[in-house]
């Protein structure tokens, strides 16, 4: 691996990150959030300030009016975001809509990318992808409880999803639905049909998603069969199309929040004396501070390993899991240790960590907690042995 940056790219680094400096970070006070995300007019503003520089959507493919960025590319471009909670709204790389423009760019026709795509990639609507549900469907999308049953040229939808982040608000959703012969498919709708209830926000740690999380109901949701995404019961294998890079894209933006961390707890370290010197002078202080920038160096070196398989064509399913586990549980730590060391401060709303702190927990959980990753991993490892 050649881990040098590209000049192009370096170029478009620099860019991001004086663009979130000078933008964005001076709104992370803005009165127009809420415990539920940042509100629709907010995110508005946030978009409206990235789409002169040409940051908006950036992963988006060429033909779509993105930059088409490599995996590689991302991990650039969105740690660079992630270094505000606001970054990755502005630039419209956040869950649920990153993955979202993936999958819809491998697997939708023609007609719906002009439909729900085109408008999203442009930064003028929002998307959900509905697949958790309260009685075990999320790690496990096997036990899913949602029925999808054909009725003429349509499928009538019923079920309940929840932690569904971004559907309030949402112009459009992803439905994964079981069928009759019990696979799934997935199932684009707009959130305006009858049956499409947003039945109540969740109240969660994080507070950095556009729409919050909610719980939803469907009864008897009527969708075309034009409507379907992709084939009928290959829902399974589409979430996989999106499952490995949209991991990949969280564990980018989480690093950029965990550097920004790291870095409020350096400066303060620096300035804080204690007992006669520097903060960061005490042994206790200073070998936090190292552990964290060697937490940092090793989540980059394993995203950008993952992020070099994707690009080579790889399915990168293994390096994901191990990546998304190696990240999220380092990250923790960095952010733990950044609020131990800022003390009073780092447990208020003086300085942005508490909010990080918040924030970051829930990624050991998103996409899979560790434990599930492990799982996974450790039946590749015995299948492995048996194979030799």
């Known amino acids: 691996m050649d881990f040098s940056i590209p000049d192009d790219l370096q170029a478009l680094q620099i860019k991001t990150r004086r663009f979130i400096a000078d933008e964005i970070i001076p709104m992370e006070h803005d009165t127009r959030q809420s415990p539920h995300g940042p509100s629709a007019e907010l995110r508005q503003a946030l978009i409206e300030k990235a789409r002169p520089h040409g940051l908006l959507t950036p992963h988006a493919s060429i033909a779509m009016g993105g930059l088409g960025l490599s995996h590689i590319a991302k991990a650039i471009v969105f740690e660079e975001a992630g270094y505000s909670p606001l970054g990755p709204v502005a630039l419209n790389i956040h869950a649920p809509d990153e993955g979202n423009v993936h999958l819809m760019e491998v697997v939708a026709t023609e007609a719906q990318k002009a439909r729900w795509l085109a408008p999203m990639v442009q930064g003028l609507t929002r998307s959900c992808f509905?697949?958790?549900?309260?009685?075990?469907?999320?790690?496990?999308?096997?036990?899913?409880?949602?029925?999808?049953?054909?009725?003429?040229?349509?499928?009538?939808?019923?079920?309940?999803?929840?932690?569904?982040?971004?559907?309030?608000?949402?112009?459009?959703?992803?439905?994964?639905?079981?069928?009759?012969?019990?696979?799934?498919?997935?199932?684009?709708?707009?959130?305006?049909?009858?049956?499409?209830?947003?039945?109540?926000?969740?109240?969660?740690?994080?507070?950095c998603f556009a729409g919050g999380h909610q719980v939803l109901r469907f009864e008897n949701l009527r969708i075309p069969a034009t409507d379907v995404l992709g084939e009928i019961g290959k829902g399974f294998r589409y979430a996989q199309i999106r499952l490995a890079p949209a991991r990949l894209t969280h564990c980018m933006r989480w690093l950029g929040a965990a550097r920004r961390a790291h870095d409020v707890a350096c400066d303060y370290a620096r300035k804080r004396q204690s007992f006669g010197k520097a903060l960061g002078d005490h042994q206790g202080v200073g070998f936090m501070l190292a552990d964290n920038e060697m937490d940092l160096h090793t989540t980059r070196l394993a995203i950008w390993h993952c992020a070099d398989v994707l690009d080579r064509g790889g399915k990168g399913n293994v390096e994901s899991s191990m990546t998304k586990v190696v990240s999220s549980e380092a990250i923790w730590r960095v952010v733990d240790r950044c609020v131990q060391i800022l003390g009073g401060q780092g447990v208020t709303s003086e300085t942005i960590v508490e909010r990080i702190f918040r924030d970051v927990r829930a990624f050991r959980i998103y996409d899979g907690p560790s434990e599930v990753h492990r799982m996974s991993l450790a039946r590749k490892i015995m299948a492995r042995g048996q194979e030799l």
């Open 130 to 207: 509905a697949m958790s549900e309260p009685d075990g469907a999320g790690s496990d999308p096997q036990m899913l409880a949602t029925t999808a049953v054909r009725d003429g040229d349509d499928y009538v939808i019923n079920g309940r999803k929840w932690f569904i982040t971004g559907a309030d608000g949402a112009s459009y959703a992803i439905i994964m639905a079981k069928m009759e012969d019990g696979s799934a498919t997935m199932f684009l709708t707009d959130t305006d049909r009858a049956g499409f209830i947003v039945e109540r926000p969740m109240d969660s740690l994080d507070s």
